[in-house]
């Protein structure tokens, strides 16, 4: 069973079949594409098909925790945010985006600090790391806020449309987390 994780605005929960709309809205925007590594541009509606089911495949095979971002009073779809679970070494990398007209308005940090924490204490992971762009230094402070720590800088690490991308990445361990809470 999905569970569903509420904060002080927000509520990650299952995506559905009824946010298709919503997602192809934000994700086939030009500027959220460009500041993510797994959405095409343009986007459309059997990417966000393609992408549920992933989310839900993944979820029963637990390898993949993918939340849909909501706020919390409308239940109005504003992004997603999960992780992907590497069980070999108890560990999983941490993905967010959130449609531009709700940037700026904490909800990635707040939904970030949330799946962290479903990630320890539910998952009991080791370790949680992220990358973001580093044209995307915005995705870098959500990380920043919710205690993250700079692992490295890797050097042209991807490549997306023909173009080598550098990204940064920070990671949070099992006891950084713990020590974080006190």
Known sequence: MFSDIKTERLRLSQLQAADIPNIVSYASNKKVADMTMNIPHPYKEEDAIYWINSANEGFKRRTQFTFRVAIKES?????????KIDNRFNKAELGYWIGEPYWGNGYATEAAGAVLSFGFEVLNLNKIFATHLIDNPASGKVMKKNGMIKEAELVEHFRKDEKYLTVVQYRLTRKEYEERKM
């Open 75 to 83: 239940n109005k779809f504003i992004g997603g945010m999960g992780l």
